[in-house]
């Protein structure tokens, strides 16, 4: 396995976080759909990316204007099992925050139907991935980009300490059942986030530094700390982050960027 490079990006408070978000998402789903001719890209929810939704929305910025909305497809890391007008509803947030305010055609919203059985619902949307990314056999989607967050218990997507999904190989999405909070959960297996051409985490809050400063650049142990399992194939993973989710992690240059290095 080779080294992975970790390139963290530090900007001063939330909101300077969801503009970095914003700019992120356009600057790659842009790149994308001018190589290909169309972006897909996978979500996470959280307040975070809430935020930078918002901002994507907005027509009295600039990020609204220069997102290719004729040639993006929009998936999700994750959902809970729940309806989709559910207020705990990944899909939910995303439709207020951003989608029922931009013009994305409704064929290319993939959602995950979280109001289904579990094991249908994962089965649905990896019959999804595989007809709208038309693989073949054993091929594994490749997204543009796949946005991750990451919990204080060191979860990401809804890969969370101690379950079933960690160890999960052979299926594109997987059922997952989290026993401290007695729910299920949908998610894109790691291997499939790890073959995404870009994968970048967007953290934030104080509450995030201890586990963020031990998942990257503590002892591996991804039972305990999933985000340990994110290693994309292309060597290089992104973090944007604010001061206070930084904290603990090493000093940035002048323009508020460093690099870490790991190795297996």
């Excluded at 999700?76 to 951003?98: I, Q």
């Excluded at 059922?175 to 985490?201: C, E, G, M």
């Excluded at 604010?242 to 290095?261: F, I, S, W």
Aim: glycine share 6%; with cysteine; net charge negative.
């Amino acid at each position: 396995m080779p080294k992975l490079r970790i390139d963290y990006h530090v900007v001063a408070d939330s909101a300077a976080l969801a503009e970095a978000a914003a700019e992120h998402f356009v600057a790659v789903t842009a790149q994308a759909a001018a190589a290909r001719g169309r972006a897909r890209i996978a979500i996470s929810g959280g307040s975070t990316p809430k935020a930078a939704f918002q901002l994507l929305a907005d027509p009295a910025k600039p990020w609204r204007a220069r997102m290719p909305w004729d040639k993006l497809d929009l998936y999700w890391v994750d959902e809970r099992c729940v309806p989709p007008d559910h207020a705990d509803s990944n899909y939910r947030m995303t439709r207020e925050a951003l989608l029922d305010h931009v013009p994305l055609a409704p064929e290319r919203i993939h959602r995950m139907e979280g109001e289904l059985e579990p094991e249908a619902a994962a089965a649905r949307y990896e019959s999804e991935l595989r007809n709208s990314f038309r693989l073949e056999g054993a091929e594994t989607p490749r997204f543009d980009l796949i946005a991750l967050g990451m919990g204080p218990d060191g979860h990401t997507a809804s890969l969370f300490p101690h379950t079933a999904a960690i160890h999960e190989l052979g299926r594109l999405v997987t059922a997952n059942h989290v026993q401290n909070k007695d729910a299920w959960r949908i998610t894109l297996t790691w291997p499939v986030i790890n073959q995404a051409a870009s994968v970048f985490f967007l953290i934030g809050g104080a509450d995030k530094a201890a586990v963020l400063s031990e998942v990257f650049t503590g002892p591996r142990d991804p039972e305990r700390l999933p985000s340990q399992l994110i290693w994309p194939s292309g060597g290089i993973l992104t973090l944007v982050l604010d001061k206070a989710a930084a904290a603990l992690l090493p000093a940035t240059d002048g323009e508020g960027r460093g690099v870490l290095e790991r190795e297996r």
